[in-house]
């Protein structure tokens, strides 16, 4: 494992010179749609290797009854197949978020009825394409699936006078990103 971590941060590195390089700025519209202020920053090294980094936040009260405050950042190192930022790609990713949320479903972890404090942390793999749109835009479409760890304190929803609040941890495999972003890129 070391050894493939150990080849995987140098052939990242290798192109990394002193000629300025691409970077690109994102937004996901997926995360638009619910309301998540969200942006992403992503830069080249060399011809097939990128880094991306996007962060994401939402701080309200879905409605008087749901909450889904959380934070969320989502680094990913990212092999394009043909030329950075052109075609598909294949990536990995990590993630680290800390939420808030109550009486909403998701990822088979929370559950309505109930309200979650705490974090997550995990990784996976993702498969993307980017569609060039114009010199400086593209439209990316991006999926992957992998491992998330959580963390919480969970109780019941709507709290109660005699509410009582446990420490719980479960594990999830499955989806862990998804994405159709509009994309700028700053030459």
Same mark, same amino acid.
Not at 4 to 17: N, Q
Not at 46 to 67: P, R
Not at 108 to 131: E, H, R, T
């Given at each position: 494992?070391?050894? /493939?971590? $150990?080849?995987?941060?140098?052939? $990242?590195?290798?192109?990394?010179? =002193? ?12 995360? @638009?749609?619910?309301?998540? =202020?969200?942006?992403?920053?992503? *830069? ?6 990128? /880094? @991306? ?18 934070? $969320? ?30 009486? =909403? ?7 309505? #009825? ?18 060039? /749109?114009?010199?400086?835009?593209? $439209? ?7 491992? *998330?760890?959580?963390?919480? #304190? ?6 109660? #006078?005699?509410? *009582? ?23």
């Amino acid at each position: 494992m070391n050894k /493939l971590l $150990l080849i995987f941060l140098t052939s $990242l590195c290798i192109g990394i010179g =002193v000629k300025a390089q691409v970077v690109a700025v994102k937004t996901n519209l997926l995360y @638009d749609a619910t309301a998540t =202020v969200n942006l992403g920053a992503e *830069v080249a090294f060399n011809k097939h290797w990128t /880094l @991306d980094i996007s962060g994401n936040y939402n701080g309200w009260e879905v409605a008087s009854d749901k909450s889904w405050k959380h934070w $969320l950042v989502q680094p990913e190192g990212r092999y394009w197949l043909h030329e950075k930022f052109n075609g598909h790609y294949f990536g990995v990713h990590g993630i680290y978020m800390d939420y808030d949320m109550s009486n =909403v479903n998701f990822m088979s972890v929370m559950k309505k #009825d109930f309200a979650y404090d705490g974090n997550a942390y995990g990784g996976g793999i993702s498969y993307g394409y980017q569609l060039y /749109l114009s010199p400086r835009w593209n $439209l990316e479409f991006s999926a992957g699936v992998g491992f *998330v760890h959580f963390e919480y #304190d969970k109780s019941a929803f709507p709290a109660t #006078d005699d509410n *009582v609040s446990a420490k719980y941890r479960n594990n999830y495999f499955g989806p862990t990103k998804l994405g159709v972003s509009i994309t700028y890129i700053i030459k």
